[in-house]
């Protein structure tokens, strides 16, 4: 085994027992890049050869010395015998959506792709001030609108380690490819309907998408601001218990960071579940979309072995004392997408007015007389197809002969979304759970260029995940078995406000209780 | 069809820039003036991406004060909306502004309308009411220069209220009234610069006319880009005979912008904004909503001062001045806070503090460009100076000086009348003695006095005082002098 293929938590502890230095690890991590990344994603990427088809693809840009002087600053320490901090020598990627100083911070977008951010996001300040060491910035859907990567401006998109022809899901599929292959045992990514936990699921690894507000915003470029959440992508509940510790809590750059005490994630993870109620909702077993044609709903079950392994994970969590809960009814789940597919596009429309061309970024090359033209030219050679989808639509519904019977509307749904968690949660409701279970995503992997362009149904596989966002509740994505292909199957947790102490510590009794399934021991296909 | 058939129908919208130390939304200086363009910006006023803006209390605080003033109803919950619409000085491609939940709805202001301004001579007072105040952020300026556009965005993020006045105002007279008495009381709270030539007050106005005894409104021009009270006053003016000129003539007024330019004096139809129409304003996701609980809103409220026209009244009534002191002793607040001051330590007439204060001590503020809290003159050494007057201790004319003696010493009056010996002389045989010398001196003034010029007496009492450097009482040494040459 190699260095790059230990957990957080394992190389924390042996760095700091001095068994292994800081540049030690950073060397194994760069040379695990260096094996299975292949070629970084970049604007006008070419036709993909068969190498790249072999490859991961997770990076857009790789900051090697930067690194490097982070790893030796460590190991400075380490020998002088000051405190390096709880992640030092730990390297992570971080979605190439959050700024970071001196890099290129580009959203995976032509309109950025020329843009150095001139100062830190607050979730990549706190990991590196507690030594953490940031390798690079990873590939994303452009913007974030997406869950496949494809249509990042930056190519080759990343693949799915389990399997090189399948995508790491999105928007964070740059962080859990990265995760996945052995490349860091952290990333920073982002989750706005499922951005973090979709990719988690499909690649393998754990995400969580923390509370609205328990996770500094400031640094990340916005897609839907009320429903952006930054989040920790690792391989295991423990090193994502540890990266929680580190990036959340209150931040005077962000006023809606929530002023809510951080407790210590990793102290109560080992404490057992007995007596913890957690609920299955038939709510979240099937997939419901309106008919175009008609109008109606339709409703689709789930894959059968998607649906076994949450049931299957109920059964373990009973068998280790949690209470388990059959029928929470979450009725409004289904209008999630609708609603999201409002609220997201207008918000995302007004954060996406400031890439204008005038002040930094893309602006066209072409010499323009009239200020409305240079912002045409600018902005219609600037963004892709996503950006453009949104912008046309949040434009459209926030108009306002139709923002009462679009965006009002989308609110209300939003809370009625809301109260859905708050009866399920509520402790002197009717079912006082600690925790709902669901799957996290209502396929495995698909293959690559098999959804991208088909904007409707891409979304829909954000079914499962894009409730959370609406009502502000935390969730996290844990692996739970391979399907018949050999795919990463997910199962999500769903937990009350800032009870993600809660949900780590049932993902870590259901580590435990999976601990020696079979499953556990393959490797994804990059690795081979 | 004349002038005096129409009536005009005006409505004013100000942006109030507030004086806060650092910007509403980020920590950089609020204030620019003379400051290098891009001095004092950072990454949240410049809209980089990634930014989340953080709000500055002292503007919600500011801007609670002045809905007070207003009489407007604050709000206890209200929030900050996104005007959207493109310009290079809107870094964000929107404003943070406020819409339908503002700080604070309603309120009015009731306008003493001087004789001066009024139509038929006589004061009235026009109650004006306010539709609108809110908060938002300024926007950066813009400029052409060797045919490129420049963008400063040292301004962006400068805290504003918007207020806007119902179409209550029927004159340009009562709109440059109206103005002076806003920047009156953005100054008396303490909130604004309130200057029009810098931009902290900045005024549109909304124009149209109609005949006299009719109640609807007709299409209104906007008149933009006047930076004082006098020009927003004279454009106001033009605009209204335009409209009756046109309307006589048969033609439709049209919603038109239109530019003041001071230079020739004359509106400019404006190029139509760049701006869309559709602001497709929405809740700020990046703000939370403003909480103004009992307990902070009584905090701001704490020490709320009496409002200028209060006071102006109060002044008339309580102290018996006649209208005029009152409006020039509370033009300013220190001014008179000092009054009052003075008045109460003083003890005897206001009038006579007021005198000395509009004739003595405004010109003594004027020429060190002073504030009446600035001045070693305190209100109780006024008093002492009037009281040492008023017992014959001291003339007026020592008293005069004196002024500017406390001013420049730090002593006190009486402890200068000490020091220096200012103390009136009331000793006849001293004052004998020198009117005799006078006379002794000036044998041709004394023959054409006896030859019956009689206006050579108050020649002959200014020699006598000079000799005694003003210590003199003029009465005695009148006396004396009518005795020695009789
Ligand atoms: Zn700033």
Known sequence: MELSDLSAHELALYLRQRRISAVEILESCLKRIEAVDGRPGRLDGGPLTVEDEQKVHSFITLTPERARAQAEAVDRKIAAGEDPGPLAGVPFTVKDIFCVEGTPSTAASRILANFTAPYTATPVARMEAAGAVMLGKVNLDEFTYGSSNESSAFQPSPRNPWKLDRVPGGSSGGSTASVAAGEAPLSIGT???????????????????????????????????????????????????????????????????????????????????????????????????????????????????????????????????????????????????????????????????????????????????????????????????????????????SAAQYSEQYYNRALRVRTLIRQDFDRAFDPQGPYRLNALLTPTTPTTAFKMAALYGDSVLMQYADQLTVPANHAGVPGVSLPAGLDGEGLPIGIQLLGPDYREDVLLRIGRAYEEATETDPWRRVRPQALL | MTMTEYEAVIGLETHIQLNTQTKIFCSCKADSWNDAPNSNICPVCCGLPGVLPVLNKAAVEKGVLLATAMHGQIRPLSFFDRKNYFYPDLPKGYQISQFDQSLSSGGYLDLPVPASASPDGQAYVRRVSITKLHLEEDAGKTKNAGGQRFVDFNRCGVPLVEMVTGPDLRTADEAAQYLTRLRQLLRWLGISEADMERGNLRCDANVSIRRKGETHLNPKTEIKNVNSIENVRAAIEHEIERQIREVEA?????????????????????????????????????????????????????????????????????????????????????????????????????????????????????????????????????????????????????????????????????????????????????????????????????????????????????????????????????????????
């Open chain 1, 191 to 397: 989750d706005t309907a499922g951005s973090i936990r979709q990719p988690a699921a499909f690649c393998g690894v754990v995400g969580m998408k923390p509370t609205y507000g328990r996770v500094s915003r400031y640094g990340l470029i916005a897609f839907a601001s009320s429903l952006d959440c930054p989040g920790p992508v690792a391989r295991n509940v423990t090193d994502a218990a540890l990266m929680m510790n580190t990036i959340a809590g209150a931040d005077p750059h962000d006023s809606t960071a929530a002023n809510v005490p951080v407790p210590d994630y990793l102290a109560a993870l080992e404490q057992g579940i007995k007596g913890l109620r957690i609920g299955l909702s038939p709510d979240y077993f099937r997939i419901t979309y309106p008919n175009l044609q008609n109008g109606t709903f339709e409703t689709q079950p789930l894959p059968a072995e998607i649906e076994a392994s949450v049931r299957r994970a109920a059964d373990l969590l009973a068998a280790m004392g949690a209470e388990i809960v059959e029928g929470v009814p979450m009725p409004n789940t289904r209008f999630g997408i609708p609603a999201y597919f409002v609220i997201s596009r207008v918000e995302a429309a007004s954060n996406l007015h400031r890439f204008d061309g005038v002040k930094y970024g893309y602006r066209t090359p072409e010499p323009m007389n009239d200020l409305r033209a240079m912002y045409r030219q600018s902005r219609g050679q600037g963004f892709g197809a996503q950006p453009k989808l949104r912008i046309l639509m949040g434009m459209y519904v």
């Open chain 2, 250 to 486: 048969g033609n439709r007024i049209f919603a038109w912008t239109l530019e003041w330019d001071e230079d020739a004096a004359v509106l400019r139809k404006m190029r139509s904004k760049e701006t869309e129409a559709d602001y497709r304003y929405f809740r700020e996701p990046d703000l939370l909503p403003i909480r103004l609980d009992d307990a902070w809103k009584t905090a701001i409220l704490a020490g709320f001062p009496e409002l200028p026209l209060e006071r102006r009244a109060r002044f008339i009534r309580e102290y018996g001045l006649p209208e005029y002191d009152a409006e020039i002793l509370t033009a300013e607040r220190k001014l008179s806070d000092y009054f009052e001051a003075a008045v109460r330590a003083y003890g005897g007439d206001p009038k006579r503090v007021s005198n000395w204060l509009m004739n003595d001590i405004l010109r003594m503020l004027n020429d060190r460009g002073l504030t009446a809290d600035q001045i070693k003159l305190a209100p109780a050494w006024l008093a002492e100076l009037l009281k040492l007057i008023d017992s014959g201790t001291i003339n007026i004319s020592t008293g005069k000086s004196l002024l500017q003696k406390v001013e420049e010493s730090g002593l006190s009056p009486a402890a200068l009348v000490e020091k220096e010996g200012l103390a009136k002389v009331s000793d006849d045989t001293a004052i004998r003695a020198v009117a005799q010398e006078v006379l002794a001196e000036n044998p041709k003034e004394v023959e054409a006095f006896k030859g019956g010029k009689d206006t050579l007496m108050g020649w002959f009492v200014g020699q006598v005082m000079r000799k005694m450097r003003g210590k003199a009482d003029p009465n005695i040494a009148r006396q004396m002098l009518e005795e020695l040459l009789k």
